[in-house]
Protein backbone atom coordinates (compact mmCIF):
# COMPACT_ATOMS: atom_id res chain seq x y z
CA UNK A 1 0.00 0.00 0.00
CA UNK A 2 1.17 3.24 -0.65
CA UNK A 3 0.62 6.23 1.32
CA UNK A 4 0.98 9.55 -0.84
CA UNK A 5 -0.20 13.24 -0.46
CA UNK A 6 -0.90 16.26 -2.40
CA UNK A 7 2.19 18.83 -2.14
CA UNK A 8 1.80 22.39 -0.74
CA UNK A 9 4.40 24.89 -1.75
CA UNK A 10 6.38 25.35 2.06
CA UNK A 11 6.48 28.68 4.19
CA UNK A 12 8.04 29.85 6.89
CA UNK A 13 8.09 30.39 9.77
CA UNK A 14 4.26 28.01 9.21
CA UNK A 15 6.10 25.32 8.30
CA UNK A 16 7.99 25.51 11.42
CA UNK A 17 5.01 24.55 13.85
CA UNK A 18 3.17 21.36 13.85
CA UNK A 19 1.21 19.84 11.05
CA UNK A 20 -2.00 17.66 11.24
CA UNK A 21 -0.02 14.47 10.16
CA UNK A 22 0.46 10.73 11.58
CA UNK A 23 3.84 11.68 11.98
CA UNK A 24 6.46 14.55 12.46
CA UNK A 25 9.57 15.21 14.17
CA UNK A 26 11.97 17.94 14.97
CA UNK A 27 15.80 16.68 14.39
CA UNK A 28 18.80 17.93 15.64
CA UNK A 29 22.61 16.65 15.32
CA UNK A 30 25.37 18.16 16.30
CA UNK A 31 29.77 17.81 16.47
CA UNK A 32 30.94 20.13 19.44
CA UNK A 33 34.11 20.83 21.05
CA UNK A 34 35.45 21.79 24.26
CA UNK A 35 38.08 24.38 25.49
CA UNK A 36 40.55 21.34 25.90
CA UNK A 37 40.43 20.01 22.61
CA UNK A 38 37.44 17.61 23.75
CA UNK A 39 34.85 16.21 21.21
CA UNK A 40 31.08 15.46 21.68
CA UNK A 41 28.42 14.46 19.36
CA UNK A 42 24.54 14.95 20.50
CA UNK A 43 21.36 14.81 19.29
CA UNK A 44 17.81 15.97 19.97
CA UNK A 45 14.87 14.64 18.90
CA UNK A 46 10.73 15.83 19.29
CA UNK A 47 8.48 13.34 17.90
CA UNK A 48 4.38 14.14 16.91
CA UNK A 49 2.32 11.18 16.39
CA UNK A 50 -0.85 10.15 16.20
CA UNK A 51 -1.21 6.40 18.24
CA UNK A 52 -4.09 5.00 16.72
CA UNK A 53 -2.62 5.99 13.10
CA UNK A 54 1.18 5.57 13.36
CA UNK A 55 1.52 2.05 13.86
CA UNK A 56 3.95 1.60 16.52
CA UNK A 57 2.64 -1.41 18.51
CA UNK A 58 3.03 -0.08 21.75
CA UNK A 59 1.13 3.28 20.92
CA UNK A 60 -2.22 1.72 19.40
CA UNK A 61 -4.33 1.75 22.85
CA UNK A 62 -3.27 4.68 24.31
CA UNK A 63 -6.12 7.02 24.87
CA UNK A 64 -4.67 10.16 23.55
CA UNK A 65 -5.36 12.03 19.64
CA UNK A 66 -2.10 13.45 19.30
CA UNK A 67 0.96 12.08 21.46
CA UNK A 68 4.73 13.72 21.95
CA UNK A 69 7.99 11.66 22.36
CA UNK A 70 11.53 12.74 22.98
CA UNK A 71 15.14 11.11 22.25
CA UNK A 72 18.14 12.95 23.17
CA UNK A 73 21.87 11.52 23.53
CA UNK A 74 25.27 12.63 24.13
CA UNK A 75 28.55 10.58 23.52
CA UNK A 76 31.90 11.53 24.57
CA UNK A 77 34.15 10.96 21.93
CA UNK A 78 37.51 10.84 23.26
CA UNK A 79 36.62 8.61 25.85
CA UNK A 80 33.86 6.61 23.58
CA UNK A 81 31.08 7.24 26.43
CA UNK A 82 27.59 7.34 25.39
CA UNK A 83 24.36 8.63 27.34
CA UNK A 84 20.98 8.62 26.36
CA UNK A 85 17.63 9.09 27.02
CA UNK A 86 14.24 7.72 25.70
CA UNK A 87 11.03 10.21 26.75
CA UNK A 88 8.23 7.64 25.49
CA UNK A 89 5.49 10.43 26.26
CA UNK A 90 6.13 13.94 26.66
CA UNK A 91 4.10 16.56 28.22
CA UNK A 92 3.59 20.04 26.74
CA UNK A 93 3.58 23.28 28.50
CA UNK A 94 -0.15 24.11 26.62
CA UNK A 95 1.61 27.07 24.76
CA UNK A 96 3.43 24.98 22.82
CA UNK A 97 2.91 25.67 19.15
CA UNK A 98 0.95 28.89 19.61
CA UNK A 99 3.38 31.45 18.90
CA UNK A 100 4.85 32.86 15.88
CA UNK A 101 8.03 31.25 15.86
CA UNK A 102 8.71 27.87 16.65
CA UNK A 103 7.84 27.49 20.43
CA UNK A 104 7.55 23.76 22.88
CA UNK A 105 8.12 23.00 26.23
CA UNK A 106 7.80 19.65 27.37
CA UNK A 107 9.11 17.47 30.56
CA UNK A 108 12.45 19.11 31.54
CA UNK A 109 13.46 20.37 28.57
CA UNK A 110 12.69 22.45 25.72
CA UNK A 111 12.78 23.71 21.62
CA UNK A 112 12.36 27.21 21.23
CA UNK A 113 13.29 29.77 18.67
CA UNK A 114 14.32 32.98 20.26
CA UNK A 115 13.91 36.53 18.52
CA UNK A 116 14.63 35.57 15.01
CA UNK A 117 13.42 32.74 12.30
CA UNK A 118 15.89 29.85 12.53
CA UNK A 119 17.35 30.89 15.68
CA UNK A 120 17.19 28.29 18.40
CA UNK A 121 17.33 27.40 22.18
CA UNK A 122 17.37 23.45 22.69
CA UNK A 123 17.90 21.93 26.19
CA UNK A 124 17.84 18.81 27.64
CA UNK A 125 19.28 16.40 30.62
CA UNK A 126 22.98 16.60 28.86
CA UNK A 127 22.86 20.06 26.22
CA UNK A 128 21.67 23.71 26.91
CA UNK A 129 22.92 25.00 23.72
CA UNK A 130 21.90 28.16 21.48
CA UNK A 131 21.98 27.61 17.87
CA UNK A 132 22.00 29.72 15.00
CA UNK A 133 21.48 29.48 10.99
CA UNK A 134 24.13 30.31 8.60
CA UNK A 135 22.47 29.29 5.41
CA UNK A 136 18.89 29.34 4.26
CA UNK A 137 16.93 25.99 4.74
CA UNK A 138 17.40 23.38 2.36
CA UNK A 139 13.97 22.00 0.81
CA UNK A 140 15.06 18.45 0.21
CA UNK A 141 14.78 17.83 -3.42
CA UNK A 142 14.32 21.11 -4.05
CA UNK A 143 11.08 21.64 -2.61
CA UNK A 144 10.99 20.25 0.46
CA UNK A 145 9.33 17.08 -0.33
CA UNK A 146 10.03 13.88 -1.36
CA UNK A 147 8.48 10.29 -2.72
CA UNK A 148 9.88 7.41 -1.28
CA UNK A 149 8.21 4.82 -3.15
CA UNK A 150 5.98 3.43 -0.56
CA UNK A 151 5.21 6.99 0.70
CA UNK A 152 5.35 10.68 0.70
CA UNK A 153 7.33 13.35 3.03
CA UNK A 154 7.44 17.00 3.84
CA UNK A 155 11.12 17.43 4.55
CA UNK A 156 13.62 20.72 5.34
CA UNK A 157 16.87 20.62 6.78
CA UNK A 158 18.60 23.78 8.34
CA UNK A 159 22.27 22.30 7.46
CA UNK A 160 24.57 25.08 8.70
CA UNK A 161 23.75 25.99 12.27
CA UNK A 162 26.58 28.11 14.14
CA UNK A 163 26.49 26.34 17.99
CA UNK A 164 27.26 27.09 21.70
CA UNK A 165 26.72 26.51 25.14
CA UNK A 166 26.36 23.78 27.51
CA UNK A 167 26.80 20.28 27.67
CA UNK A 168 26.42 17.82 31.14
CA UNK A 169 29.54 14.94 31.19
CA UNK A 170 29.85 13.18 34.95
CA UNK A 171 27.47 16.03 36.48
CA UNK A 172 29.50 18.75 35.32
CA UNK A 173 28.84 21.26 32.90
CA UNK A 174 31.30 22.37 30.14
CA UNK A 175 31.56 24.83 27.69
CA UNK A 176 31.51 23.57 23.88
CA UNK A 177 31.36 25.33 20.16
CA UNK A 178 30.58 23.42 17.50
CA UNK A 179 28.01 22.28 14.20
CA UNK A 180 24.61 21.77 14.14
CA UNK A 181 22.52 20.56 11.29
CA UNK A 182 18.26 20.34 11.69
CA UNK A 183 15.49 18.22 9.73
CA UNK A 184 11.68 18.94 10.00
CA UNK A 185 9.63 16.09 8.33
CA UNK A 186 5.93 15.02 8.80
CA UNK A 187 4.64 12.93 7.05
CA UNK A 188 0.63 10.82 6.03
CA UNK A 189 2.27 7.33 6.69
CA UNK A 190 2.43 4.80 9.17
CA UNK A 191 5.09 3.32 10.52
CA UNK A 192 5.75 0.36 7.74
CA UNK A 193 7.90 -2.70 7.16
CA UNK A 194 9.73 -1.11 4.10
CA UNK A 195 10.82 1.76 7.16
CA UNK A 196 14.88 1.17 6.66
CA UNK A 197 17.33 3.55 5.70
CA UNK A 198 21.16 4.38 5.62
CA UNK A 199 21.13 8.04 6.33
CA UNK A 200 24.05 11.00 6.42
CA UNK A 201 24.25 14.32 7.47
CA UNK A 202 27.40 15.78 5.87
CA UNK A 203 29.16 19.14 6.18
CA UNK A 204 31.96 19.73 4.81
CA UNK A 205 35.12 21.81 4.57
CA UNK A 206 34.83 23.64 1.22
CA UNK A 207 30.84 24.74 2.26
CA UNK A 208 28.95 22.11 1.19
CA UNK A 209 26.41 20.38 3.32
CA UNK A 210 24.48 17.30 1.92
CA UNK A 211 21.94 15.06 2.84
CA UNK A 212 22.93 11.50 1.31
CA UNK A 213 20.08 8.63 2.19
CA UNK A 214 19.36 5.31 0.87
CA UNK A 215 15.57 4.59 1.97
CA UNK A 216 13.58 1.00 2.06
CA UNK A 217 13.99 -2.61 2.40
CA UNK A 218 11.94 -3.94 -1.12
CA UNK A 219 11.51 -0.67 -2.45
CA UNK A 220 14.57 1.62 -2.60
CA UNK A 221 15.00 5.07 -3.34
CA UNK A 222 18.66 7.01 -3.38
CA UNK A 223 18.63 10.77 -2.80
CA UNK A 224 21.00 13.34 -1.73
CA UNK A 225 20.25 17.04 -1.72
CA UNK A 226 23.12 19.57 -1.71
CA UNK A 227 23.62 23.60 -0.40
CA UNK A 228 26.80 25.51 -1.19
CA UNK A 229 27.96 28.31 0.50
CA UNK A 230 26.63 30.63 -1.58
CA UNK A 231 23.11 28.77 -0.73
CA UNK A 232 23.02 26.86 -4.36
CA UNK A 233 21.06 23.90 -3.97
CA UNK A 234 21.94 20.49 -6.21
CA UNK A 235 19.97 16.95 -6.14
CA UNK A 236 20.72 13.78 -7.59
CA UNK A 237 19.51 10.30 -7.52
CA UNK A 238 23.12 8.48 -8.16
CA UNK A 239 23.91 7.72 -4.66
CA UNK A 240 26.13 4.95 -3.76
CA UNK A 241 26.88 3.26 -0.67
CA UNK A 242 29.90 0.92 -0.26
CA UNK A 243 30.21 -0.86 3.19
CA UNK A 244 33.49 -0.63 5.02
CA UNK A 245 35.14 -2.80 7.90
CA UNK A 246 33.41 -1.22 10.33
CA UNK A 247 30.82 -2.84 12.50
CA UNK A 248 29.05 -2.23 15.40
CA UNK A 249 27.85 -5.82 17.66
CA UNK A 250 25.31 -5.03 19.99
CA UNK A 251 25.57 -7.33 23.34
CA UNK A 252 21.87 -5.73 24.92
CA UNK A 253 19.87 -6.10 21.12
CA UNK A 254 21.95 -8.96 19.68
CA UNK A 255 21.40 -6.45 16.41
CA UNK A 256 24.40 -5.76 14.14
CA UNK A 257 25.22 -2.30 12.60
CA UNK A 258 27.05 -1.16 9.53
CA UNK A 259 29.21 1.83 10.66
CA UNK A 260 31.91 2.34 8.02
CA UNK A 261 30.88 3.71 4.17
CA UNK A 262 32.13 4.67 0.91
CA UNK A 263 29.68 7.33 -0.05
CA UNK A 264 29.81 7.86 -3.97
CA UNK A 265 27.89 11.03 -5.42
CA UNK A 266 29.26 10.74 -9.37
CA UNK A 267 27.08 13.33 -10.22
CA UNK A 268 29.18 15.89 -8.19
CA UNK A 269 32.39 14.11 -8.38
CA UNK A 270 32.41 13.43 -5.04
CA UNK A 271 33.76 10.46 -2.85
CA UNK A 272 33.84 10.55 0.57
CA UNK A 273 34.46 7.59 3.54
CA UNK A 274 32.61 8.11 6.77
CA UNK A 275 33.52 6.28 10.32
CA UNK A 276 31.85 6.55 13.42
CA UNK A 277 33.81 8.87 16.23
CA UNK A 278 32.42 6.13 18.75
CA UNK A 279 30.24 2.78 17.94
CA UNK A 280 28.43 2.21 20.79
CA UNK A 281 25.47 4.31 20.05
CA UNK A 282 22.65 2.11 19.57
CA UNK A 283 18.96 3.73 20.63
CA UNK A 284 15.95 1.24 21.67
CA UNK A 285 12.72 2.61 21.63
CA UNK A 286 9.82 0.12 22.43
CA UNK A 287 10.05 -2.66 19.36
CA UNK A 288 12.49 -0.18 17.57
CA UNK A 289 16.16 0.01 17.80
CA UNK A 290 18.43 2.04 15.63
CA UNK A 291 21.85 3.51 15.66
CA UNK A 292 22.59 7.23 15.62
CA UNK A 293 25.69 9.01 16.12
CA UNK A 294 28.48 11.95 14.68
CA UNK A 295 31.03 10.57 12.04
CA UNK A 296 34.59 11.44 10.55
CA UNK A 297 34.35 12.47 6.87
CA UNK A 298 37.30 12.33 4.66
CA UNK A 299 37.95 12.39 0.97
CA UNK A 300 38.15 13.69 -2.52
CA UNK A 301 36.05 16.25 -4.61
CA UNK A 302 37.90 16.09 -8.17
CA UNK A 303 41.44 15.01 -7.28
CA UNK A 304 41.22 17.60 -4.27
CA UNK A 305 41.60 16.63 -0.27
CA UNK A 306 38.59 17.17 1.23
CA UNK A 307 37.05 16.84 4.74
CA UNK A 308 34.29 17.40 7.35
CA UNK A 309 32.11 15.77 10.02
CA UNK A 310 28.65 14.61 9.53
CA UNK A 311 26.44 12.27 11.50
CA UNK A 312 24.87 8.57 10.42
CA UNK A 313 21.13 7.31 11.54
CA UNK A 314 20.59 3.60 10.57
CA UNK A 315 17.11 1.86 11.18
CA UNK A 316 16.33 -1.26 9.98
CA UNK A 317 19.19 -3.59 11.67
CA UNK A 318 16.90 -6.15 13.47
CA UNK A 319 17.25 -7.31 16.81
CA UNK A 320 18.58 -10.66 17.45
CA UNK A 321 17.39 -11.32 20.99
CA UNK A 322 13.79 -11.22 22.27
CA UNK A 323 11.78 -8.09 23.36
CA UNK A 324 11.21 -9.61 26.54
CA UNK A 325 15.24 -10.33 27.29
CA UNK A 326 16.38 -6.82 26.16
CA UNK A 327 13.84 -5.08 28.14
CA UNK A 328 14.50 -7.22 31.49
CA UNK A 329 18.63 -6.53 30.85
CA UNK A 330 17.89 -2.86 30.20
CA UNK A 331 15.78 -2.24 33.46
CA UNK A 332 18.03 -4.14 35.69
CA UNK A 333 20.75 -2.06 34.76
CA UNK A 334 18.67 1.59 34.84
CA UNK A 335 16.19 0.41 37.37
CA UNK A 336 13.66 2.17 35.10
CA UNK A 337 10.05 0.83 35.21
CA UNK A 338 8.96 -0.76 32.33
CA UNK A 339 8.55 1.14 29.08
CA UNK A 340 4.74 0.21 28.87
CA UNK A 341 4.29 0.73 32.41
CA UNK A 342 5.74 4.15 32.38
CA UNK A 343 3.64 5.55 29.28
CA UNK A 344 0.63 4.21 31.46
CA UNK A 345 1.35 6.00 34.39
CA UNK A 346 1.90 9.30 32.62
CA UNK A 347 -1.38 9.43 31.45
CA UNK A 348 -3.13 8.55 34.10
CA UNK A 349 -1.39 11.90 35.56
CA UNK A 350 -2.78 13.92 32.82
CA UNK A 351 -5.92 12.67 32.67
Known sequence: MAYKEKFKPLKFPRDEQKHDHIIEWWYFNGNLQSKDGRSFSYMNTLFSAKPKLVKIPFFKNIP????????????????????????????????????PLLWAEYDNSC??????????????DFVDLKLKALKK??????????????????????????????????????????????????AQTPMTKDDKWTWFSLQLNNGWDIMAVIYGDQTKTAHASLIDKSN??????????????????????????????????????????????????????????YWEGGMDIQGKLGTKNISGQG????????????????YLNKFQKSGFKDLKTEVLDKIKIYR
Request: glycine share 4%; hydrophobic share 40%.
Open 64 to 99: LKTLFFSHYLLSDNNNHKFWDKVNPLCFLDPNSFTK
Open 111 to 124: LIEEYKLFNFHIAN
Open 137 to 186: PLLINDRGFIDLGVKTTYYYSLTHLQTSGLIKVKDKWLAVKGLSWMDHQW
Open 232 to 289: KVKTTANVFFKNLPVKYFSKETGAEYQLGYEIFLPDWNLKLTAKPYNKTQEMVFGTIN
Open 311 to 326: FLELVGSPMKKSLMKV
